[in-house]
């Protein structure tokens, strides 16, 4: 089997162009290991759609299926256009979470960067869950997978490992939940670190870093209508919430190309 291991902002995926098979998970388990396997976050695997101009299907590097990934959505877009499976510099790409349309920003035939219609968001009302040993106020968000976004003074010493595993697999979120640790540096920046649902922390969530600005929107802590820049541990994001639309662009790259050994898939 023919991988391509891309990342956004170190939100690291192996891409396969083709029909995701029976085995998916597993073989997502296997590959992504750091150690035994290519190492990654999990496994995307590209092939046309029915209703769109190509569809996606996410596996969680513990197996499970994700309905949506925005760094993963991003390096899609420059899968398709870069290896030449597609000249259109404006792409609708289905997910489980539906259908939702890129915009290639091309520099020297090769796409540096992606804004993504993530579509509609769902704010929730602040609820009070008791994990870890202690009580912790989230603010549920949902961006077409489900996220924890919690407020700290500082996201640097935030227990993003404690909290952040406690919560995913909490009895509120019967299906697991993202959570984001989000520190606020001023109206047009935030901080964020993230324990992403099924493969723990990572260096970057596109839909954390959306649902963490809709959060603060709703709060007030920064301004709608206007790009957020949001620091993640893997680089930047800018995200812009208008009336519960939200719009993410950031940057997409390739790291290298492999094929597993006969057997080993």
């Not at 964020?192 to 870093?209: K, L, Q």
Request: hydrophobic share 35%; charged share 20%.
């Amino acid at each position: 089997m023919y991988f391509t291991k891309m990342q956004g902002l170190g939100n690291d995926y192996l891409y396969v162009y083709g029909e995701a098979p029976e085995n998916a998970g597993e073989l997502s388990v296997k590959l992504s290991d750091r150690h035994f396997g290519a190492g990654s976050d999990g496994m995307i695997y590209i092939s046309p759609s029915s209703v769109a101009d190509y569809k996606m299907r996410i596996f969680n590097a513990d197996g499970s299926e994700a309905k949506m990934c925005g760094n993963g959505i991003r390096c899609v877009g420059k899968y398709l256009y870069d290896k030449g499976i597609t000249d259109k510099t404006t792409l609708r790409i289905e997910t489980l979470s539906g259908i939702r349309t890129l915009v290639l920003n091309v520099v020297y035939g090769k796409v540096n960067s992606v804004c993504v219609d993530m579509g509609a968001a769902v704010c929730g009302e602040d609820t009070t869950v008791t994990a870890g040993g202690e009580n912790v106020t989230l603010t549920p968000v949902s961006v077409g997978n489900p996220h924890a976004v919690i407020f700290v003074h500082n996201a640097e010493t935030a227990p993003v490992q404690k909290l952040g595993s406690a919560i995913e697999k909490h009895s509120a979120f019967p299906g697991g939940v993202n959570v984001e640790f989000v520190q606020v540096l001023d109206r047009h920046t935030l901080r964020m670190r993230v324990w992403e649902r099924g493969s723990g922390i990572t260096m970057a969530c596109g839909t954390g870093a959306c649902a963490s600005v809709v959060a603060a929107v709703k709060k007030g802590y920064v301004t709608e209508g206007e790009f957020v820049r949001v620091r993640l541990d893997g680089g930047d994001l800018k995200i812009k919430v208008t009336g519960g639309k939200v719009i993410m662009e950031g940057p997409a790259r390739f790291v290298y190309e492999g094929k597993t050994e006969e057997g080993a898939a």
